[in-house]
């Protein structure tokens, strides 16, 4: 446990074990361990003391002694930029502890400013004393620059705003949806059922079809995350959560941003995609391309709608210049909107929706959607077709899930309107005997994909695993993939990402081609292809050189089924040198990942996340740990046996020689 965390956690605790309530606090599921028990106690209780301190410090400008100790704790207990460039499941303890803390103090804080005595947000002043008071917590703790801050604040708090307004739900449960594990607490009104119709089947999922002439060769393009602004030579190393848009400093101690993009916290430069496009047009014979979303880059405190639009259009102008004749199939990401990551549907005010994305959208996917898919682009950016006779794509929205979708905390039913439309869709294509390809851009294991939803979700995939062949998956920025697992452990589908043509962060960009059969649409295998970043920025003036990094079938296994990938998982378990492979192409091989290495931890969690389907749902992920345990506990024993007996002798004689030299002494 880091210093600063402990001593955080231990001030927290003091007051809750002196009135006996470190042990009892409400909500907290019964799993938890008895440092998780207490962890979250002291969250609750700093949380609590934070916002009746700050409030007071807020109206009378006077700085308690007790609000002094915690901020100063709080300050220098977190990494400021961690926590907005990293998913929340990955960031350290003590960067948790301080999201799911501040995250409780500030919706109480909010809440008392809105309900207090003085009303300073219940007034007419309220989105100027708002603003003040976030930019305030904001300063206070050292959570991000002030323009960081600014910025995402104007852009979200009207949406915030009315969900503060019309919801009861308080910070305990709001906080709780975040995936920390010291911030759950049970949320029944937040409970969702989809009526599914048939049966589940009742075995894993070992369908594999045979190699063909006739295989279908398709692209997969997912993150590309255009900067428009991106200055080679700029500044790649700033506070902000995005970086290489603005010059350079004179006095700076660090290199500026290569040419080809960087692998610090930037994003694509125009002539990179232009580059990689040229590449794919050249060396692949495509019968069509998956994009599956996140055109805009990672700047969320500063977009505008006009400008999320023009980059949508822009990119889709080159998808179309370069690929003229070949169609493509796409899905929305979380930053095509504004403000990022925000959707809603029909239920919500007209001025909050985001009708105007949709009609965007959809002026650039008619040329290649069909005329029946309109409506439910319109309606909530997603559709379905039919790819030829048998053949059918299904693209969601997947901001259904996703936690920073602020509309989920007003009222999560929401969401379940698209998910019945999937199981009805899905329930005609079976009738019809259709095999069906799914995009969606969040994995439904993801972390921050809201498990009420990932848990009808894998239901539904479940229970049509005979008809979905193939989902396909973005937004981790990742070369990875997940196993589709029923209540009962059978392994029932599997959803393959493919990876991000932006190096953000410390990547190589990359593309996927896929070989799919002819007639089932299985994915019988994939490439990946990538390019060095440091070696193409060395030569500026030179396009970089793009390789085939691995062929799937040929470096891991030829059984794609789920069952196949599933057994794959338990060799991996077995040999940590093959996942010791997977985590290599999973990071595509970028030079930061690989000097850092894959600790047992980072192997322990690689494998997990290849069997997480459901981010509170670890009971495959548990049983593959366990092998890989053994497996790891294996490698660190002598395999001579005469070396080891040498090594033991050779200790006990010395302890023997210094037992003697203490007497002789």
């Keep these: 446990m880091d210093r600063e965390w402990s001593l955080l956690v231990l001030l927290g605790l003091a007051s809750l074990l002196a009135c006996g309530h470190a042990h009892n606090l409400p909500g907290v599921p019964i799993s938890f361990s008895t440092e998780e028990r207490l962890t979250a106690a002291s969250s609750v209780s700093v949380a609590e003391e934070i916002s009746q301190e700050f409030v007071k410090y807020l109206r009378t400008g006077i700085e308690s002694p007790r609000l002094k100790v915690l901020g100063d704790e709080l300050r220098t207990s977190h990494s400021q930029k961690d926590i ?29 400013t809105f309900t207090g005595p003085n009303g300073e947000l219940t007034g007419p002043n309220r989105n100027q004393n708002a603003k003040k008071i976030l930019l305030s917590l904001c300063d206070y703790f050292d959570i991000q620059t002030q323009e960081v801050c600014s910025g995402l604040f104007d852009l979200n708090w009207p949406i915030l705003d009315y969900i503060f307004n019309e919801t009861v739900a308080e910070s305990r449960s709001i906080c709780s949806m975040l995936p920390i594990k ?40 997912t993150d590309i995350h255009y900067d428009p602004e991106y200055k080679s030579g700029g500044l790649a190393e700033c506070k902000e959560p995005m970086c290489c848009r603005d010059d350079l400093p004179a006095d700076a101690n660090t290199t500026g941003a290569g040419h080809w993009s ?25 019968d069509w391309i998956y994009h599956t979303g996140d055109v805009p880059p990672h700047n969320v405190w500063s977009t505008t709608r006009k400008g999320n639009m023009d980059m949508l259009t822009e990119i889709d102008q080159l998808l179309a210049e370069h690929f003229p004749k070949i169609p493509v199939y796409p ?88 998910l019945q439309w999937f199981h009805d869709t899905l329930l005609d294509a079976e009738k019809a ?13 993801d972390g921050d994909c809201w498990t009420e939803w990932s848990r009808e979700y894998n239901r539904i995939v479940a229970r049509f695993s005979r008809v979905i062949t193939g989902i396909y998956n973005g937004h981790t920025h990742k070369d ?91 060799d991996m378990a077995k040999k940590p040198d093959l996942l010791r492979l997977f985590w290599r192409y999973k990071m595509t091989e970028a030079d930061p990942k690989l000097a850092a290495g894959c600790d047992e931890g980072c192997l322990n969690s690689t494998i997990c996340r290849i069997a997480t389907s459901r981010w509170n749902e670890k009971q495959r992920c548990r049983q593959l740990q366990a092998i890989l345990q053994q ?21 006990a004689s010395v302890l023997a020689l210094l037992m003697a030299l203490r007497h002789l002494l």
């Design 84 to 112: 907005f460039t990293q998913p929340l499941v990955d960031l350290s303890a003590a960067d948790q502890y301080f999201t799911c803390t501040i995250c409780r103090a500030t919706v109480n804080v909010i809440g008392r």
């Design 182 to 221: 010291i911030c759950q607490v049970q949320q029944p009104e937040f409970k969702l059922n989809v009526t599914i119709v048939g049966e589940t089947p009742n075995e894993s999922n070992y369908e594999l079809a045979e190699h063909s002439d006739n295989d279908y060769l398709v692209l997969h393009l």
């Design 262 to 286: 960087d692998y610090r916290d930037c994003d694509t430069p125009k002539h990179l995609i232009l580059n990689a496009f040229e590449q794919i047009k050249k060396e692949h014979a495509l």
């Design 331 to 418: 899905c929305l990401g979380n930053h095509e909107p504004h403000p990022a990551n925000v959707f809603g549907n029909a239920e919500i005010p007209e001025s909050l929706r985001v009708d105007w994305l949709y009609e965007h959208v959809w002026s650039l996917w008619s040329k290649w959607l069909p005329k029946e898919a309109e409506a439910t682009v319109r309606r909530g950016g997603y559709y379905t077709l039919s790819l030829r006779e048998g053949q059918r794509i299904i693209a969601l929205n997947s901001m259904d899930c996703y936690l920073y979708n602020w509309w989920l905390f007003y009222d999560g039913s929401i969401v379940l309107e698209q």
């Design 433 to 445: 005997g259709e095999r069906v390809q799914v995009l969606t851009h969040i994995p439904s294991g």
């Design 480 to 570: 990875e993939m997940n196993v589709h697992y029923t209540e009962t452990g059978l392994a029932m589908a599997v959803s393959w990402n493919g990876g991000s043509l932006t190096t953000y962060s410390y990547k190589n960009p990359n593309y996927r081609i896929y070989r799919l059969h002819a007639k089932t649409l299985q994915v019988l295998d994939h490439h990946t292809y990538t390019i060095n970043l440091t070696e193409a920025n060395l030569k500026p003036n030179e396009p970089p050189t793009w390789k085939k990094e691995y062929e799937f079938g040929e470096t891991f296994t030829k059984n794609t089924s789920a069952a196949g990938i599933d057994q794959l998982l338990e």
């Design 631 to 651: 497996s790891l506990e294996n490698e660190k024993q002598p395999q001579d046996d005469g070396a080891a007996a040498l090594t033991a002798y050779s200790l």
